[in-house]
């Protein structure tokens, strides 16, 4: 809607100045991330970029709260919508705080979509998860048990503790954990916030409190570089392997000295890339988020949309000796 009422502006201008219709305004594009600072999202950006300058009449603007908390995007969509930019493309911090500003920005034509991590149904026309849900939570489990032969204790150091992508990776991680994993033994969860210092601080407490720990599983590309870091300082390497979701330009240095064994992520130059180009496309009235809907994501590809209007993409990648060096040039 905030297309048309544009191009009508445009179009009003051109017809006052006898200028081309080339005047009509960028469409823009709010990247929405959990926190600034986080070098995955630094990674999405430059997707994003890639996608504007390929379709051509985008302003893409990153933005996010200095801290991941659903406070500090509440006041960004607000003042997003102030600005009237066409497009909020989110990674939430909470499913549901932020329905509210969402669903105004809705109400004034602005399109949203989730990514990364999502926003409910009500707050959003699409999300897009970078990958399906259950095998996350299996290949974070399978990371750890890979490398436990005997199998162990082993705790979880999460993201904040009401991220959408993470709990519900945990959730699905628990699932399996019984059939598929019977001699790996979860003791806890706890929460960094993807704040380095916090979940520093974490890591070290959940050494201090298992003594018999054998894996610390960090799905968060911030908590798993804290962690590693902690059992590289602590000299644990050998004792506990630290794995997740890890972005191979932080991590390859803990895959070199040993504190992890592999890691796993997909491309996050892609998924920015794709965020942006979907809220792109149902912008411009190009395609409609609706289930069933097969929606281009441009050079990545394609993808559906279910009954809950959220997509898939890829098969997560694992990270070891192996390939690091190589992934760790891109991304
Ligand atoms: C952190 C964020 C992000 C997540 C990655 C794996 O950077 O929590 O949402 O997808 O880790």
Same mark, same amino acid.
């Given at each position: 809607?905030?297309?048309?009422?544009?191009?009508?502006?445009?179009?009003?201008?051109?017809?006052?100045?006898?200028?081309?219709?080339?005047?009509?305004?960028?469409?823009?594009?709010?990247?929405?991330?959990?926190?600034?600072?986080?070098?995955?999202?630094?990674?999405?950006?430059?997707?994003?970029?890639?996608?504007?300058?390929?379709?051509?009449?985008?302003?893409?603007?990153?933005?996010?709260?200095?801290?991941?908390?659903?406070?500090?995007?509440?006041?960004?969509?607000?003042? &997003? +919508? =102030?600005?009237?930019?066409?497009?909020? $493309? !989110?990674? %939430?911090?909470?499913?549901?705080?932020? #329905?509210? /500003?969402?669903?105004?920005?809705?109400?004034?034509?602005?399109?949203?979509?989730?990514?990364?991590?999502?926003?409910?149904?009500?707050?959003?026309?699409?999300?897009?998860?970078?990958?399906?849900?259950?095998?996350?939570?299996?290949?974070?489990?399978?990371?750890?048990?890979?490398?436990?032969?005997?199998?162990?204790?082993?705790?979880?150091?999460?993201?904040?503790?009401?991220?959408?992508?993470?709990?519900?990776?945990?959730?699905?991680?628990?699932?399996?954990?019984?059939?598929?994993?019977?001699?790996?033994?979860?003791?806890?969860?706890?929460?960094?916030?993807?704040?380095?210092?916090?979940?520093?601080?974490?890591?070290?407490? &959940? +050494? =201090?409190?298992?003594?018999?720990?054998? $894996? !610390?599983? %960090?799905?968060?590309?911030?908590?798993? #570089?804290? /962690?590693?870091?902690?059992?590289?300082?602590?000299?644990?390497?050998?004792?506990?392997?630290?794995?997740?979701?890890?972005?191979?330009?932080?991590?390859?240095?803990?895959?070199?000295?040993?504190?992890?064994?592999?890691?796993?992520?997909?491309?996050?130059?892609?998924?920015?890339?794709?965020?942006?180009?979907?809220?792109?496309?149902?912008?411009?009235?190009?395609?409609?988020?609706?289930?069933?809907?097969?929606?281009?994501?441009?050079?990545?590809?394609?993808?559906?949309?279910?009954?809950?209007?959220?997509?898939?993409?890829?098969?997560?990648?694992?990270?070891?000796?192996?390939?690091?060096?190589?992934?760790?040039?891109?991304?």
């Amino acid at each position: 809607m905030s297309i048309v009422r544009k191009l009508l502006a445009a179009a009003a201008i051109t017809a006052v100045f006898a200028a081309t219709p080339a005047m009509a305004e960028p469409v823009k594009i709010a990247l929405v991330v959990k926190s600034l600072g986080n070098g995955f999202f630094d990674a999405a950006n430059k997707g994003a970029q890639e996608a504007a300058k390929e379709i051509g009449d985008v302003e893409v603007i990153y933005t996010g709260p200095t801290s991941a908390t659903a406070e500090g995007q509440i006041e960004i969509i607000n003042s &997003l +919508i =102030a600005q009237q930019v066409d497009a909020i $493309a !989110i990674s %939430a911090n909470d499913p549901d705080a932020l #329905v509210p /500003a969402l669903k105004k920005a809705m109400d004034r034509g602005i399109t949203v979509i989730s990514w990364d991590s999502g926003v409910a149904p009500e707050g959003r026309e699409m999300h897009l998860n970078p990958s399906d849900t259950d095998l996350i939570g299996e290949t974070i489990i399978k990371l750890a048990a890979d490398y436990l032969p005997e199998g162990g204790d082993v705790a979880i150091l999460s993201a904040s503790s009401t991220a959408t992508n993470q709990n519900a990776w945990i959730e699905a991680a628990k699932k399996v954990l019984p059939e598929k994993f019977p001699n790996i033994n979860l003791v806890t969860v706890v929460y960094g916030d993807d704040d380095s210092v916090k979940s520093t601080n974490e890591a070290k407490g &959940l +050494i =201090a409190s298992h003594p018999n720990l054998k $894996a !610390i599983i %960090a799905p968060t590309t911030v908590g798993v #570089v804290a /962690a590693a870091q902690v059992v590289t300082d602590q000299n644990l390497i050998g004792k506990i392997n630290v794995t997740g979701l890890a972005l191979p330009s932080e991590f390859k240095k803990f895959i070199d000295n040993g504190a992890s064994q592999a890691v796993a992520l997909w491309n996050p130059i892609d998924l920015g890339y794709s965020a942006v180009y979907l809220a792109h496309q149902l912008a411009t009235d190009k395609a409609e988020a609706k289930p069933g809907a097969k929606l281009s994501i441009g050079r990545v590809g394609e993808v559906t949309l279910d009954e809950t209007n959220a997509a898939a993409m890829a098969a997560p990648f694992k990270f070891d000796k192996s390939n690091i060096e190589e992934f760790s040039k891109i991304y």
